[in-house]
């Protein structure tokens, strides 16, 4: 009520009964299912809930209010507030402080049920706000990162199936991040050296590393607040491109009548623009392009052979046990069955997000298996192996049910009677066939599985092995 009261005056009591009937109800579904049971929270708000924030805030506010903004000191030089974090600077001894915070903090626990937990400093050491420390150096404000001793300093793995734009642009924003925060030049080069390093730790390529901490150098230290609303936004037709010539014209009178009826929509009518969709005829090859076509193929080893190869060199020396992936990946350049190719996607035995191929080298046709794996490729193989292993075990139970984990080892056991635990590894071979999303990941393993027919009598996989 107090919120409303001071910022929405003019809503109506009907409709602020409604959203306090509203919170209350989200508040009243928050619970948490452990063991079968269903718990509710005795106090406070739930955790991650869409209106806790808010709640949390106005809160916050209005305590604060009573507390400190009716009565502020003079000594309170400057106080800020963000949500339930706040920081400010105070003009005084710091007995005075401790004693003024103890009557603020008793008010604040005694009368609204909210205590307040704090750390006070002097002028001349850090003091933390959100995620800035600063202090004051011989009357000079000097500002630094501040990060929580349980922050680990890992960022998203470079080896993760996201777009390839994503990963510099984590490295620039981090960056960026720190050259608006840090306001020293020594400690902002301290700072990114540092950063460097973590991103290094998280597998990023330190070439592309430096490439954005380099052009992040290069950018002037800026605070103002860009009001992106205030810029003239012109409104940007969406493009039909097509061919120029038969059948263009159709295109234009096409997008000239699908315009006005989209101009008559009531999504468009308060924007007005002059049209929705344009049609754009694709530019004709110039000399430039067929030039730089035929440099690009001389120069280009695309055309070469691309398999999948091992993720350790066998001339380096290395510590601890070798990859067993590494003598299973064939190097093929295409995977055949029943008549049908396919090219490989190169990768090695580290290769995440994959659709990957295992083909029987003690079988003269129908010996391939089509399977997908969002885990490296050799810890699939190592997951076939154990199967195996499982298989060849006294105390194997022959009744099992045959899935895409098994068939592999199943295969060696019951079509070629192999019992030997390094058997394995002499009769497969395995290949990256494409690279996929988890969201897209059964849908093309599918597809390859159609594709090269490698479903049991034609191949290795089950009737249902998706």
């Given amino acids: 009520d107090d919120a409303v009261k001071e910022c929405r005056p003019d809503w109506d009591e009907s409709f602020c009964g409604w959203i306090k009937d509203m919170l209350r109800l989200s508040f009243d579904s928050a619970v948490v299912k452990l063991e079968g049971k269903y718990y509710t929270a005795k106090t406070g708000v739930p955790t991650g809930g869409i209106p806790s924030v808010d709640a949390g805030n106005i809160s916050v506010y209005f305590v604060l209010k009573h507390a400190i903004y ?6 309170l030089l400057s106080f800020m507030r963000f949500v339930d974090d706040g920081s400010g600077v105070w003009n005084g001894c710091m007995d005075n402080f401790m004693e003024w915070f103890g009557e603020v903090r008793s008010i604040c626990k005694n009368q609204y049920g909210l205590d307040l937990t704090y750390e006070a400093q002097e002028i001349h050491s850090n003091a933390q706000f959100l995620d800035i420390q600063y202090k ?8 630094d990162i501040f990060k929580k001793p349980t922050d680990a300093n890992r960022f998203l793995e470079y080896s993760s199936c996201h777009p390839k734009h994503t990963f510099p642009s984590i490295v620039f924003s981090q960056a960026l991040r720190y050259r608006r925060i840090i306001n020293d030049d020594r400690l902002f080069e301290l700072r990114l050296t540092e950063l460097r390093e973590f991103f290094i730790n998280s597998s990023y390529p330190a070439s592309l590393v430096d490439e954005m901490l380099l052009k992040v150098k290069g950018k002037p230290r800026v605070l103002e607040y860009k009001d992106k609303s205030a810029q003239d936004s012109a409104f940007c037709p969406t493009t039909w491109i097509t061919t120029y010539g038969e059948g263009f014209q159709e295109a234009k009178d096409k997008a000239t009548e699908l315009n006005r009826a989209l101009s008559l929509s009531s999504t468009w009518i308060p924007i007005q623009p002059a049209q929705v969709i344009k049609v754009v005829p694709r530019r004709a090859p110039n000399l430039k ?16 052979p ?3 190869v091992p993720c350790t060199d066998s001339s380096v020396i290395r510590r601890g046990a070798r990859c067993q992936c590494c003598k299973l990946v064939s190097g093929i350049a295409s995977l055949q069955s029943n008549g049908a190719v396919v090219k490989t996607s190169g990768g090695n035995c ?6 990957y191929g295992a083909s029987c080298k003690l079988c003269p046709s129908n010996n391939v298996y089509v399977g997908k794996t969002v885990q490296s490729l050799h810890e699939r193989v190592n997951a076939h192996r154990a199967s195996f292993y499982k298989v060849l075990s006294p105390d194997f139970v022959n009744d099992f049910e045959l899935d895409d984990s098994n068939i592999l080892g199943h295969h060696l056991a019951s079509v070629h009677d192999l019992k030997e635990r390094n058997d394995f590894n002499s009769s ?6 494409a690279y996929a999303t988890p969201s897209t990941i059964r849908i093309l ?3 390859y599985i159609d594709k090269l027919g490698s479903r049991i009598p034609f191949g290795l996989n089950q009737i249902d092995s998706v």
């Fill in 289 to 304: 392009d067929l030039l730089f076509k035929r440099k690009s193929l001389a120069l280009d080893d695309s055309n070469a």
């Fill in 428 to 433: 497969y071979k395995f290949d990256v066939i």
């Fill in 136 to 143: 004051f150096v011989d009357g000079k404000l000097t500002t």
């Fill in 445 to 447: 393993e599918q597809f």
């Fill in 350 to 355: 580290k290769s995440s997000n994959i659709i």
């Fill in 70 to 75: 009716n009565s502020r000191p003079e000594a």
């Fill in 306 to 308: 691309k398999g999948t």
